[in-house]
């Protein structure tokens, strides 16, 4: 609108100017049209350099993220830029997805780690200038639109999570994997965990016949199955915390 304006306005002046010929009427007609036609360009000009027309509002927007490691919960971050304040964040939106997301800084951006939280989730703080009205923005709209100010991503993570640079969790898994082998390589250990899931693949046994003494032989074969599993799986997930308590530890990771 403010465009067409100008332009309505300069021809006004034009025709005042040029085609009335009562010099009167066209001098003080020609005056008011010139008057509007610079009032309407600085208008423009005030509205691209201090934002004639329109306020600062702010849009809040909480999402829920997940661990990039479907083994545990870890969120990775990368230093950007010399000096290192600046990060580029790592995380994914929901367990089922495959490439993690990269939340990148930019001059109008910025995220922020904040550990220890009661929450994990990503919390998105916009800051807009947009018109104070519709009178403002139908008369602007065309010269700006609403504009970013800036961005602030805080990514909140409960206590359980494990926060590390992307060499950091290279490294990390790499502790991982060798402590690992080595557990299994020891002949103690893997005679120590044969004693243990044979006992606990009984106990069970025993609880599943006293209630039901006349099981079959299949019937026997497949919980016995279903519980050596469920005992690997128990002594996985015992050993992958201790193993990252240890590398935790050894690495000094906070």
Same mark, same amino acid.
């Given at each position: ?13 034009? &025709? ?10 066209? %001098? ?11 009032? #309407? ?7 691209? %350099? =201090? +934002? ?8 809040? #927007? ?6 990039? $490691? ?30 993690? !997301? ?8 910025? $995220?922020? &780690?904040?550990?220890? =939280? ?22 602007? =709209?065309?010269?700006?639109? +609403?504009?970013?100010?800036?961005? #602030? ?12 640079? #992307? ?18 390589? %020891? ?24 209630? %039901?003494?006349?099981? =079959?032989?299949?019937?026997? !074969? ?33």
């Amino acid at each position: 609108m403010i465009f067409l304006l100008i332009v309505v306005f300069v021809l006004g002046f034009f &025709v005042c100017w040029n085609l009335i010929p009562n010099q009167t009427i066209s %001098n003080i007609t020609g005056i008011i049209f010139a008057v509007l036609s610079i009032l #309407t360009v600085f208008a423009v000009v005030a509205n691209f %350099n =201090s +934002h004639l027309g329109m306020k600062k509002a702010t849009v809040q #927007t909480t999402t829920q993220i997940a661990s990039v $490691n479907p083994q545990m919960k870890m969120l990775l971050y990368q230093p950007v830029g010399t000096n290192g304040k600046e990060q580029a964040v790592i995380y994914k939106k929901t367990d089922q997805q495959k490439k993690p !997301t990269v939340s990148k800084p930019a001059l109008d951006t910025k $995220n922020i &780690v904040e550990k220890n =939280s009661n929450k994990t989730e990503l919390v998105t703080k916009s800051e807009y200038w947009v018109y104070k009205n519709d009178f403002y923005k139908t008369m602007f =709209s065309v010269a700006q639109k +609403h504009e970013l100010i800036k961005r #602030t991503r805080t990514f909140k993570v409960d206590g359980d999570y494990l926060v590390m640079t #992307t060499a950091q969790a290279k490294e990390f898994q790499s502790r991982i994997k060798k402590l690992a082998k080595e557990q299994q390589s %020891n002949p103690a250990t893997a005679e120590a965990a044969k004693a243990q899931g044979e006992q606990f693949v009984q106990g069970k046994m025993m609880e599943a016949l006293q209630k %039901n003494p006349d099981l =079959s032989d299949k019937e026997k !074969t497949v919980m016995t199955k279903k519980y050596t599993e469920e005992f690997q799986k128990e002594m996985k997930a015992k050993a992958m915390q201790q193993l990252t308590k240890q590398v935790i530890s050894e690495m000094k990771i906070q």
